[in-house]
């Protein structure tokens, strides 16, 4: 079974600029999160989506948005990028009713902005 | 002050040894504990889950929860250099909540 896949790895933007992450969760999982990491926060909740519906949302700025398509892949959209945004973004998949707070991880995509 | 607070070591022991890490938080509505274990360039993956207080045990990993005094432990018996990563303990406030609060992660390196 294939794993959670995160496109693209690896981008570097500029300030000012919007960036766009993609995420194809495990099939048949309906629930994808996505979560920013850095070396001091660590990992921090952006939101979650559940059948093309955000559910739970994070304590980020509206710079930060996703969505979800029928087929449960998800985007996220970073827009007007600041310095800080420098990080990796991770997404994760779950079936989003089991409640075990297993989270399937991709590797992420790793965002620098100069 | 962060809700969970890790410390981030790096933590280095020889094979073999017993591994502590741990986790204290201030929200007592974390209901939900997990450990994640982070290999480089990788994303986490989910090691052991515990409900409320109490301790829980697989292979040779201990996962202890004490609510009253608001921390939580792994333990690694038999340490091994594949135990070498980042781990991170989480935690949620609901079942079925997807919405996890993160430790900052302690990096660990067990020597051979």
């Known amino acids: 079974k294939a794993g959670v896949t995160q496109t693209p790895r690896y981008l570097i933007k500029t300030r000012g600029q919007q960036v766009t992450l993609s995420c194809s969760p495990i099939?048949?999982?309906?629930?994808v999160s996505w979560y920013q990491q850095t070396p001091g926060q660590g990992l921090q909740f952006l939101f979650e989506?559940?059948?093309?519906?955000?559910?739970n949302k994070g304590n980020f700025p509206g710079r930060f948005s996703g969505r979800q398509f029928s087929n449960s892949r998800s985007e996220m959209n970073v827009s007007t990028l600041e310095l800080g945004d420098s990080a990796l973004y991770l997404c994760?998949?779950?079936?989003?009713?089991?409640?075990?707070?297993?989270?399937?991880f991709g590797e992420g995509s790793r965002l620098t902005v100069l | 002050q962060k809700e969970v607070e890790q410390d981030p070591g790096p933590l280095s022991v020889p094979e073999g040894a017993i591994v502590s890490l741990n986790c204290t938080y201030s929200?007592?509505?974390?209901?939900?504990f997990m450990w994640y274990r982070q290999y480089s360039r990788k994303g986490p993956e989910l090691l052991m889950y515990?409900?409320?207080?109490g301790n829980k045990e697989d292979g040779r990993f201990t996962a202890q929860v004490d609510k009253s005094s608001k921390y939580i432990s792994l333990f690694i018996r038999d340490s091994q250099p594949s135990d070498s990563a980042t781990y991170l303990c989480a935690m949620s406030v609901s079942f079925g909540n997807e919405k996890l609060t993160f430790g900052t992660g302690t990096r660990l390196t067990i020597i051979p």
């Open positions: 989506y559940f059948s093309e519906t955000q559910r």
């Open positions: 099939s048949g999982h309906r629930s």
């Open positions: 994760a998949s779950s079936s989003g009713t089991s409640g075990t707070g297993e989270l399937f």
């Open positions: 929200n007592s509505a974390f209901q939900y």
């Open positions: 515990t409900y409320s207080s």
